[in-house]
């Protein structure tokens, strides 16, 4: 066999290198023409302040992990991020509803709840430079202090741009245009609007300091305590009502139980998806 085709086989039979990772700062740095992508609020919504909060919800074992991309030789490697990306998309979306006219304040009684769901950038290899494509997911939720949900949804934006090969600056276009048009569609969502518009918003109840019960310990009305399985049936018809963590946890405290938590009892409770907090306010009033 001639050595030419022996130094083909061989070369086919080694694996290609892996691709050394990728890390890009988080920076918000759009190439969209200003103006381009934009918000229209109705009237009203300039005038009433909201709280912004930010969730990362994206699911990653690695929460720096941002993209994937391919090399030269085909192998995939990691777009990494030089910072928080909760932290980016509350700064961000500041950024972005003051300049389309909303007034963020951080006490506002009306807040605006955002999952970063989806924050993912992809670089295709290409025979001249890059192709990068950027989805940004944002399902958010317009509540009060007090947990009463006004609307909810979600947003998405997608972008695309060529560019050179490995390169940080194109992934943080790339991602900061799909950011800023979820960002844009989320505020243009006409249900959002709406319930902005019509929300009278009450501020989170006063957490009131209950005494432990005592061993044998009735309830107000002088009977027995409630099981835990008779709370359970109260705090999901509470929860139907879409009452928020805050005042399920000042429901609870306010009850006794007459037996303690069996392991049926927290299986159902968590089955149930009542919120860890509850939970453990709820084990509080048992005996």
Same mark, same amino acid.
């Given at each position: 066999?001639?050595?030419?085709?022996?130094?083909?086989?061989?070369?086919?039979?080694?694996?290609?290198?892996?691709?050394?990772?990728?890390?890009?700062?988080?920076?918000?740095?759009?190439?969209?023409?200003?103006?381009?992508?934009?918000?229209?609020?109705?009237?009203?919504?300039?005038?009433?302040?909201?709280?912004?909060?930010?969730?990362?919800?994206?699911?990653?074992?690695?929460?720096?992990?941002?993209?994937?991309?391919?090399?030269?030789?085909?192998?995939?490697?990691?777009?990494?991020?030089?910072?928080?990306?909760?932290?980016?998309?509350?700064?961000?979306?500041?950024?972005?509803?003051?300049?389309?006219?909303?007034?963020?304040?951080?006490?506002?009684?009306?807040?605006?709840?955002?999952?970063?769901?989806?924050?993912?950038? /992809?670089?295709?290899?290409?025979?001249? @430079?890059? %192709?990068?494509?950027?989805?940004? $997911?944002?399902?958010?939720? !317009? +509540?009060?202090?007090?947990?009463?949900?006004?609307?909810?949804?979600?947003?998405?934006?997608?972008?695309?741009?060529?560019?050179?090969?490995?390169?940080?600056?194109?992934?943080?276009?790339?991602?900061?245009?799909?950011?800023?048009?979820?960002?844009?569609?989320?505020?243009?969502?006409?249900?959002?609007?709406?319930?902005?518009?019509?929300?009278?918003?009450?501020?989170?109840?006063?957490?009131?300091?209950?005494?432990?019960?005592?061993?044998?310990? /009735?309830?107000?009305?002088?009977?027995? @305590?409630? %099981?835990?399985?008779?709370?359970? $049936?109260?705090?999901?018809? !509470? +929860?139907?009502?879409?009452?928020?963590?805050?005042?399920?946890?000042?429901?609870?405290?306010?009850?006794?139980?007459?037996?303690?938590?069996?392991?049926?009892?927290?299986?159902?409770?968590?089955?149930?998806?009542?919120?860890?907090?509850?939970?453990?306010?709820?084990?509080?009033?048992?005996?």
């Amino acid at each position: 066999m001639r050595a030419s085709a022996i130094a083909v086989i061989v070369l086919a039979a080694v694996p290609a290198l892996a691709a050394q990772d990728l890390v890009i700062p988080l920076k918000f740095v759009p190439t969209t023409k200003p103006g381009t992508v934009t918000a229209q609020l109705r009237e009203g919504i300039s005038s009433r302040s909201v709280a912004i909060v930010v969730e990362d919800a994206r699911g990653m074992k690695s929460v720096d992990l941002v993209g994937e991309g391919t090399a030269d030789n085909d192998s995939v490697f990691r777009i990494r991020a030089r910072g928080h990306v909760p932290s980016f998309a509350k700064a961000t979306l500041h950024d972005r509803l003051s300049a389309w006219g909303v007034v963020v304040d951080e006490k506002s009684q009306l807040v605006l709840a955002v999952k970063a769901s989806r924050f993912f950038v /992809r670089e295709t290899n290409m025979v001249l @430079g890059s %192709t990068y494509q950027a989805e940004v $997911q944002l399902p958010f939720v !317009l +509540r009060d202090r007090a947990g009463h949900v006004y609307a909810e949804g979600a947003a998405l934006g997608t972008a695309q741009q060529k560019g050179r090969k490995h390169n940080a600056a194109n992934c943080g276009e790339v991602l900061s245009n799909a950011f800023e048009q979820a960002a844009a569609n989320l505020l243009n969502t006409a249900a959002l609007q709406e319930a902005w518009v019509a929300a009278k918003p009450h501020a989170a109840p006063v957490a009131v300091a209950a005494a432990a019960p005592s061993p044998g310990s /009735r309830d107000a009305a002088g009977g027995p @305590g409630k %099981t835990p399985s008779q709370l359970l $049936q109260d705090v999901n018809k !509470l +929860r139907k009502q879409q009452l928020g963590t805050n005042v399920l946890v000042a429901y609870v405290s306010k009850q006794t139980l007459a037996s303690g938590f069996s392991a049926d009892d927290l299986v159902a409770w968590k089955r149930a998806g009542v919120p860890e907090p509850v939970m453990q306010a709820a084990m509080k009033r048992a005996p």
